[in-house]
């Protein structure tokens, strides 16, 4: 779920396999990096409506989130620990809700 480094590769590898949406807010991520066959849609794994419009799933993989970039180790570390922390929480919640 996503097109950052880690998620672009899993959703890339398994698209023959499995149906794949992968959200991202594009705060690093790039659609480009996702090859023919995943759906991509732009929204933000803290947002409970973003996470609705992907709609009912089987599997959840949450890989969006702020990276261990050195771009983030400064005033950024404190902001991305919270999107990390904040987008599991509400994942979590979204997945509950899902049943
Ligand atoms: N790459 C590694 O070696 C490594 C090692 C250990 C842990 N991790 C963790 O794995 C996760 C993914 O790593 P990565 O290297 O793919 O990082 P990445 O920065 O390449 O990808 C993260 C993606 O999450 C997206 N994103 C960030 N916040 C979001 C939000 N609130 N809603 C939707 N999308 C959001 C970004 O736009 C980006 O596409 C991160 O949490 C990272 O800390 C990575």
């Keep these: 779920m996503e097109p950052g480094f880690i998620g672009s590769n899993f959703c890339n590898i398994n698209r023959n396999r499995y149906q794949i949406t992968a959200l991202d807010n594009l705060f690093l991520g790039d659609e480009r990096n996702l090859e023919e066959g995943v759906t991509f849609m732009n929204g933000d794994a803290c947002n409970m409506d973003d996470l609705n419009k992907v709609g009912p799933v089987d599997f959840i993989v949450h890989l969006a989130g702020t990276s261990s970039a050195p771009m983030f180790?400064?005033?950024?570390l404190i902001d991305g620990y919270v999107n990390s922390v904040q987008s599991f929480?509400?994942?979590l919640e979204w997945a509950r809700k899902m049943g």
């Design 73 to 76: 180790m400064d005033d950024g």
């Design 89 to 91: 929480i509400t994942v």
